[in-house]
């Protein structure tokens, strides 16, 4: 299948690159600054999903993004997310694979909350979009 990782230069990001290409996948790795060391046959686009810039070039021909973006601000979340989806529903991209935090909706913490934004509007456009939930960075399970 047709990947692109956007924030394929981040913790997840570089982890779900990893297994993407060990299965076969054609992958492309995008982030603001490129990557250092992409694996072997991985196409680096640099996009910055907020601004926009680079963005509609970096997913033309894939047919699933993965959005792996995370922002320090909490309220760039979503937006950053609504970006992602703008630009795949116009290009007809078949799937989108979301990241969440297993809890977000049940923990009252700034961040927590922008992720519930953002859930919000990965099913609000029409998607049916696949959410992984990861445990919070330090939890005991994660
Ligand atoms: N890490 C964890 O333990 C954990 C646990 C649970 C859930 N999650 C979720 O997993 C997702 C990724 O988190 P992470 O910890 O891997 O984040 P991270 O290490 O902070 O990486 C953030 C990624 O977003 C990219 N990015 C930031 N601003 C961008 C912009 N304007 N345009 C394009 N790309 C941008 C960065 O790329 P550049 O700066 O190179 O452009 C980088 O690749 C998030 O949804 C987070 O909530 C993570």
């Given at each position: 299948m047709r990947i692109a990782i956007v924030g394929?230069?981040?913790?997840?990001?570089?982890?779900?690159?990893?297994v993407a290409c060990a299965a076969g996948h054609q992958v492309t790795a995008i982030a603001r600054a490129?990557?250092?060391?992409?694996?072997?046959?991985?196409?680096?686009?640099?996009?910055?999903v907020l601004t926009g810039t680079g963005l509609r070039d970096a997913l033309v021909g894939a047919e699933t993004v993965i959005d792996a973006v995370n922002f320090k601000k909490p309220s760039l979340l979503a937006p950053g997310t609504r970006a992602i989806l703008d630009v795949a529903t116009?290009?007809?991209?078949?799937?989108?694979?979301?990241?969440?935090?297993?809890?977000?909706?049940?923990v009252p913490h700034a961040y927590y909350r922008g992720k519930v934004e953002q859930e919000a509007c990965r099913f609000a456009e029409g998607w049916d979009p696949a959410v992984?939930?990861?445990?919070p960075p330090g939890s005991a399970s994660a």
């Open positions: 394929a230069s981040g913790t997840l990001g570089r982890a779900v690159l990893r490129g990557l250092a060391s992409p694996p072997p046959g991985v196409t680096v686009r640099h996009a910055d116009d290009l007809g991209l078949r799937h989108y694979v979301g990241i969440s935090v297993v809890g977000c909706d049940r992984a939930e990861a445990f």
